[in-house]
C-alpha cells in the first residue's frame, strides 16, 4: 500500500513563502531519488528539484536560489522550502519518489497559487 501524500499548497502573495512535504506511506521501503515537479494551465510539466538518497540536489534554474529542497529519510519524506514566491510559480506541484524494485510513485498534486 504504497501512498504519496503531499499537503502545503495554498494562496500566498507574491514575495511570500511556503513548505510542500510529501510523505510516503511507510518505512520499509528503501527510496531512491526523490523530486518534485509542477505543471501550470496550458503548461507542460517541469522539474522543480532533485534529491538523491545521498543528499545531493538539482534545482531548476527558475527557482534556484528561491526554492530548497530537503528529505528526511527516516521519515520517508520530501519537503520544499519555497520563498520569494513569484505569481509565475503558481502551478499544481507533484512528487515524484523512486522506490528500489517498486519504480516511481507521484503524489497527489497540491495547488501553490501566488497572487501578484
Known amino acids: 500500500q504504497v501512498q504519496l501524500v503531499e499537503s502545503g499548497g495554498g494562496l500566498v502573495q507574491a514575495g511570500g513563502s511556503l513548505r510542500l512535504s510529501c510523505a510516503a506511506s511507510g518505512s520499509i521501503f528503501l527510496i531512491n531519488t526523490m523530486g518534485w515537479y509542477r505543471q501550470a494551465p496550458g503548461k507542460q510539466r517541469e522539474l522543480v528539484a532533485t534529491i538523491t538518497r545521498g543528499g545531493s540536489t538539482n534545482h531548476a534554474d527558475s527557482v534556484k536560489g528561491r526554492f530548497t529542497i530537503s528529505r528526511d529519510n527516516a521519515k520517508n519524506t520530501v519537503y520544499l522550502q519555497m520563498t520569494s514566491l513569484k505569481p509565475e510559480d503558481t502551478a499544481v506541484y507533484y512528487c515524484?519518489?523512486?522506490?528500489?524494485?517498486?519504480?516511481?510513485?507521484w503524489g497527489q498534486g497540491t495547488q501553490v497559487t501566488v497572487s501578484s
Open positions: 515524484n519518489v523512486e522506490f528500489r524494485a517498486l519504480g516511481d510513485y
